[in-house]
């Protein structure tokens, strides 16, 4: 039932999961560095147009960008 219906987990399942959490934090500060270094990459490129990424200084919006996400004004 618990194949076919999907209601619960499984105890490996959630091994799983709690193994997974204990690294978010590090694996989430992790992407947004690479992610500031890939956007600061490509908004220096001379091939690349326009960046569309909110935690640089020029995208539109910025502002909130800064309000809302954890250390958004940080240079990419």
């Not at 999907?6 to 989430?28: D, H, Q, Y």
């Not at 500060?29 to 600061?40: L, P, T, Y």
Request: charged share 30%; with cysteine.
């Amino acid at each position: 039932m618990q194949k076919a219906a999907g209601a619960i987990l499984s105890p490996f399942e959630c091994w799983l999961i709690l193994r997974g959490v204990k690294t978010l934090a590090v694996r989430m500060e992790k992407h947004d560095e690479s992610g500031r270094v890939v956007a600061q990459f490509l908004a220096n490129h001379k091939k690349v147009k326009k960046v569309f990424y909110p935690g640089l200084s020029d995208h539109s919006q910025h502002d909130l960008a800064k309000r809302q996400m954890t250390d958004s004004d940080r240079p990419g």
